[in-house]
Nanobody, 126 residues
Framework: QLQLIESGGGLVQAGGSLRLSCAAS????????MGWFRQAPGKEREFVAA????????YYADSVKGRFTISRDNAKNTVYLQMNSLKPEDTAVYYC???????????????????WGQGTQVTVSS
């Protein structure tokens, strides 16, 4: 069964950096867009960043623009999220998501993604 496996979360001080990774359990499975969402306690899941299959198109939430960078390695079927200048308000569970190949894709809409990871906790202390 196909799984998305996240890693790289943890506890960091404000201003610090973390790099999240998300790898597919089946390396030969082909995805279209891939993205990251997050959910803080008591809040709805929100879009963070997304990247097209080619890597040529990237999308970011306004709250993370200039601080986070999304990238992907299709040979490894892995997507990354480099998070710099972290703030306490970035604290959340971060979820990796992937859209199956073919069809349209709205990068900011959770319902557009077919596969989800289990989530990894990111905590930023002040």
């Amino acid at each position: 069964q196909l799984q998305l496996i996240e890693s790289g979360g943890g506890l960091v001080q404000a201003g610090g950096s973390l790099r999240l990774s998300c790898a597919a359990s089946v390396r030969t499975f082909r995805f279209d867009g891939m993205g990251w969402f997050r959910q803080a306690p008591g809040k709805e899941r929100e879009f963070v960043a997304a990247v097209s299959w080619s890597g040529g198109n990237t999308y970011y939430a306004d709250s993370v623009k200039g601080r986070f960078t999304i990238s992907r390695d299709n040979a490894k079927n892995t997507v990354y999220l480099q998070m710099n200048s972290l703030k306490p308000e970035d604290t959340a569970v971060y979820y990796c998501a992937a859209d199956g190949w073919g069809g349209s894709w709205d990068p900011m809409t959770p319902g557009e993604y077919d596969y989800w990871g289990q989530g990894t906790q990111v905590t930023v202390s002040s």
